[in-house]
């Protein structure tokens, strides 16, 4: 909504996915700028499992290793929801392209959990490949998977 000056300050609704009014050039470049961010974060988290790996292998001899093909995922919602809901909002790869994330209908912190579930639909997403093209079709450059958690990633 835009008040008699024309400038936004309301928080609009659209329906089940409400969305904060952002300022001019909130949104250039972001579909680009996440691509390059989420191989930054890819590899990142892989460095982590792969030293966690390595250390719950030789400290348990090898007896860990049945237990530790979910570690990838278990490492991926802590790094996604401490690092997006902590003090930077966002990512070490968003941070490197100047991205934030925030909440949708407020615009600001998003809290841990929900930080968390974004990272895990994210996850999700990829086995079916089509749903993130809708951010093609959305005029905020929304994911599902953003939509779902109640996010909004902008330029900072």
């Known amino acids: ?15 089940m996915f409400p ?8 949104l250039d470049g972001v579909r ?12 990142v988290v892989a460095m982590i499992v792969s030293a966690l790996w390595v250390v719950l292998t030789v400290a348990t ?5 049945l237990l530790l093909p979910p570690l990838f995922p278990i490492v991926a919602f ?13 990512t070490p790869g968003m941070r490197l392209f100047d991205l934030s994330v925030r909440t949708a209908d407020t615009g600001g912190r998003v809290p841990f959990i929900n930080a968390a579930v974004h990272g895990v639909l994210f996850y999700v997403s990829w086995m079916f490949p089509f749903v993130l093209l809708i951010s093609l079709f959305t005029s905020d450059k929304r994911c599902l998977h953003d939509m779902f958690s109640g996010v909004i990633v902008t330029r900072r």
Do not use: C, E, H, K
Not at 1 to 14: E, F, I, K, L, Y
Not at 19 to 24: D, F, S, Y
């Open 1 to 15: 909504m835009t008040d008699v000056n024309g400038t936004r300050q309301t928080v609009a609704a659209q329906g």
């Open 19 to 26: 969305r904060v009014a952002l300022p001019q050039g909130a």
């Open 78 to 90: 802590f790094y996604n929801g401490l690092s997006v809901s902590g003090a930077n909002m966002g």
């Open 32 to 43: 680009t700028r996440r691509i390059f961010a989420v191989m930054v974060d890819f590899l």
């Open 61 to 65: 001899l090898g007896l860990a290793l």
